[in-house]
């Protein structure tokens, strides 16, 4: 079976080499966490200048790299954590050309030219003030939210993820809201949401069984992302949409940290136009800290970050403000044959009512039809104070709920702790480590969900759902430079998460179309466990006018799962025709209205039941392998060439059959 994946692979990758080879395609070729540098060393009139010892160093942690120019006067820095360096170049005869504060950013394939002048060498020609470097060679279409950005911009929530909207292909996504299935909450191009992939100092962030995004860390902690929406590299798989890669901040040789705090309480808030009332509680708190140093100057670093959430809000339930779409009607001068109570009927309902056209007889047994089934579903009694459906009077049952006992807003709350730390160690100019510890514990209580289509307003509290969810992450990297054109990237990770998503409401489901949606989460309970187990090898090699780059990443992902989607069961309530065969024996005529969702309820006829049968247990492994081979051909100054091929395979178990029942 393997042998057969390799062929296969030997093939697609020779087919699709020669592919590119022959009509130009291209691919973007950059890092997942880091950024590259190149340029060309040339004398103030042009002259290439090979042989020049050109170095890499970043003031603030003491981080150097050194190369030297080539024949052709060119010289690259592959695989350098995003950040503010100094470029210097320095020879016999020239004076040394220092170039500072110069910006990389994660996936950054930045271009700087070295100038030299004729001088002495203890002599320095240095440019300041944020030295601008040019990209050149990318052929992706990628955005990178900077730390500017995510200092200033106001988000809500602190979601740093949703300054992927900045990107003019991004949208929110408006898919139907599954409380133990969450999508990443974002269109790139018109794509599904569950088609992106993220990333965390090039570890997977994503949750294997929906694709949504895991618990990441605090936004105090990013560094940078970058998002890529089109012709990225083969190095990023995984994605038919768009590729998000998010770094982490590291630790310096200055002791730096904040203390941060967000206060939003409805006292001094804006009115909820959805609120329905004057007062009604509505706070949320997000605080932490930051802090990060050198544990030893220019070895080793250490930034740790926490934040809290704390949130006591209300949830807004529209149940009841339209009147059930109801208007009183009296009977009138059938009273003596109906008796005095009023009906509460559709408009249309009401004027089908008062047509002397049609037979009284008929006016009146559809007015009481339709004025006990609402009496019903609104207060649990008919008119007279029975508890029974009043078209076959059979007894209510037990869990019966009275679309009134459901009208009011509840509360919706939330407990979040986001710890995290991460160590950066230089061994050597050779080898940079750094390993990553983070940690979420959420408990959320009242989460909306319309896995019906359902509009969330119409939500009853015992429809929302709660969650409980433990995310951890331990990921390590160490990047290791071989002399001057070989770099390896061994990358682990280790993430566990646990997600507990029960419903509020233990009742069967119950949907009363376009008013109440009540009774059990019909996606709920929802017991899971997953356990990631990440290892990713890349090899850069820089020849001449090429730079090559394989790699392999392996996934080992453990589900131990039990969903009990609609096990409880879901009625569902919608427009009931007058002549239905359930009401044939009356003779309605067709003019007659149909009965609506609120009276269909209270009549105790659905239009459908839904349930769920067999076994809710589910525990797999999910074993996937992902190679990718790719270059950049830089042809000409002004001409590179992108190119690359990537194969993936998921070794998925193959599920017994299920016995026919």
Not at 39 to 60: C, F, H, M, Q, S
Request: aromatic residues 12%.
């Amino acid at each position: 079976m393997h042998r057969k994946y390799l062929k296969w692979f030997f093939y697609v990758a020779v087919g699709m080499i020669c592919c590119l080879g022959a009509t130009g395609l291209t691919f973007a070729q950059s890092q997942v966490n880091a950024a590259d540098l190149l340029g060309k060393v040339t004398d103030e009139n042009g002259a290439v200048l090979p042989g020049i010892k050109v170095t890499l160093r970043d003031p603030r942690t003491g981080y150097i790299r050194e190369t030297t120019s080539g024949e052709d006067g060119s010289y690259k820095f592959l695989a350098i954590p995003s950040g503010v360096y100094e470029v210097s170049a320095e020879s016999e005869g020239f004076s040394k050309f220092v170039s500072q504060d110069i910006k990389l950013t994660v996936g950054q394939v930045a271009t700087l030219d070295v100038a030299m002048k004729v001088g002495s060498i203890t002599e320095e020609v240095v440019t300041v003030t944020g030295t601008q470097v040019i990209e050149t060679s990318r052929t992706s279409v990628a955005e990178t939210i900077n730390q500017t950005a995510i200092n200033n911009l106001p988000i809500n929530g602190r979601s740093y993820v949703n300054f992927t909207l900045l990107t003019s292909t991004a949208t929110r996504d408006n898919q139907p809201v599954l409380g133990p299935a969450p999508t990443s909450g974002l269109n790139f191009g018109g794509q599904r949401s569950r088609a992106n992939n993220v990333s965390i100092d090039g570890a997977d962030a994503t949750d294997a069984a929906t694709n949504g995004v895991r618990s990441t860390v605090s936004q105090e902690a990013v560094q940078e992302f970058q998002i890529q929406t089109n012709s990225y590299a083969a190095e990023f798989g995984r994605a038919s949409s768009a590729v998000i890669n998010i770094v982490s901040k590291r630790g310096t040789n200055d002791i730096h940290g904040n203390v941060f705090g967000f206060l939003r309480d409805q006292a001094i808030s804006a009115n909820n136009a959805f609120a329905g009332v004057d007062d009604y509680p509505s706070t949320r708190f997000q605080g932490g800290l930051t802090l990060g140093g050198p544990i030893k100057k220019d070895k080793t670093f250490f930034f740790f970050a926490y934040e809290a959430t704390s949130r006591n809000e209300t949830g807004f339930n529209q149940i009841g403000r339209t009147s059930f779409g109801l208007i009183p009607v009296s009977p009138g001068p059938l009273a003596p044959v109906l008796g005095p109570a009023p009906a509460l009927l559709t408009p249309a309902q009401a004027a089908f009512f008062q047509d002397n056209s049609v037979p009284i007889q008929i006016r009146a047994t559809y007015f009481g039809l339709a004025r006990e089934g609402a009496s019903v579903a609104l207060t649990g009694r008919t008119t007279s104070g029975l508890p029974i459906f009043p078209a076959t009077m059979v007894p209510l049952p037990q869990a019966f709920a009275p679309l009134n006992s459901l009208i009011g807003n509840y509360n919706q709350f939330e407990k979040t702790h986001a710890p995290s730390i991460r160590f950066d160690h230089r061994f050597n100019n050779a080898n940079n480590f750094f390993a990553r510890l983070s940690f979420q514990s959420a408990t959320v209580g009242g989460s909306p969900s319309n896995g019906q289509n359902q509009p969330t307003g119409i939500n009853a509290f015992s429809r929302t759902g709660f969650t409980g969810s433990r995310d951890f992450a331990l990921v390590a990297q160490n990047v290791t430079t071989i002399g001057t054109d070989i770099i390896n990237e061994a990358r682990f990770q280790f993430a566990r998460r646990g997600l507990n998503y029960g419903p509020n409401g233990l009742d069967v489901g119950v949907e009363v179309v376009g008013f109440a949606s009540f009774g059990r989460e019909p996606f709920s309970p929802v017991f899971r466990t997953e356990k990631r187990t990440q290892f990713t090898d890349n090899i850069t090699v820089s020849k001449s006018k090429h730079t090559f780059k394989f790699g392999v990443d392996y996934n080992f992902v453990q589900t131990d799962a039990s969903f009990e989607v609609n096990f409880g069961g879901i009625y569902s309530f919608a427009n009931l025709l007058a002549n239905s065969p359930l009401l044939a024996s009356l003779r309605f005529p067709a003019n007659a209205p149909p009965f609506s969702p609120v009276q269909s309820y209270g009549l105790g006829f659905p239009e459908s039941y839904v349930q769920s049968f067999g076994n809710p247990n589910s525990n797999f492994n999910n074993p996937s392998l992902g190679v990718f081979a790719q270059d950049s051909w830089r042809i000409k100054p002004n001409l590179t060439l992108n190119y690359g091929v990537r194969y993936d395979v998921e070794f998925t178990e193959t599920f017994k059959p299920v016995n026919d029942l």
